[in-house]
């Protein structure tokens, strides 16, 4: 289970309000994790949330019991091969109007036994956003029975 994850953006706060409203929840800066930093939560069952940090911030190993976050270090990495796909509330077109508002690539994409709609933060990092139909196409095709099925097949 996934409680939250993180992710850079080149404006956090505009990032976190479009997570925001994806998730009709609410932004607020973060600075737990450095100056200009921002939180989208949703407000859900599980206090689901993404921080977002400035493009550049960088994570590291630190002391006792804390991580070690050091900004504006080198050339910021834009494409990476980390992902997440996230449920959303909702309908495709309102999901495609609040990217396009944010300016973010976005796209319907059939991934075989369930749907998703591809997001591409600032053109560089994909979300995978699920409709509630698509979330229901999600969990009855990706149980431990249906990718061992999958694997079967493609054996």
């Known amino acids: 289970m996934i409680f939250h994850i993180s992710l850079s953006a080149d404006d956090p706060g505009a990032t976190a ?11 607020y800066p973060f600075p737990p994790f450095g100056q200009g ?7 859900d069952e599980r206090n689901s949330a993404i921080e977002i940090y400035p493009r550049g911030t960088e994570m590291h190993f630190g002391g006792a019991d804390s991580s070690d976050v050091r900004e504006g270090l080198g050339a910021p990495v834009r494409e990476q091969a980390c992902h997440a796909a996230i449920a959303s509330p909702l309908a495709v077109e309102a999901v495609l109007a609040l990217a ?23 053109g560089c990092f994909m979300i995978e956003v699920l409709t509630p139909e698509m979330q229901a196409e999600y969990l009855g095709s990706m149980t ?12």
């Open 17 to 27: 309000d479009f997570f925001a409203r994806l998730w009709q929840g609410r932004a």
């Open 100 to 122: 396009a508002e944010a300016g973010y690539p976005a796209r319907v994409c059939d991934r075989g036994p369930f749907h998703l709609i591809e997001v591409w933060i600032d």
């Open 37 to 43: 930093s921002w939180v989208a939560m949703a407000g």
């Open 144 to 155: 431990l029975e249906g990718w061992e099925g999958f694997l079967a097949a493609a054996a």
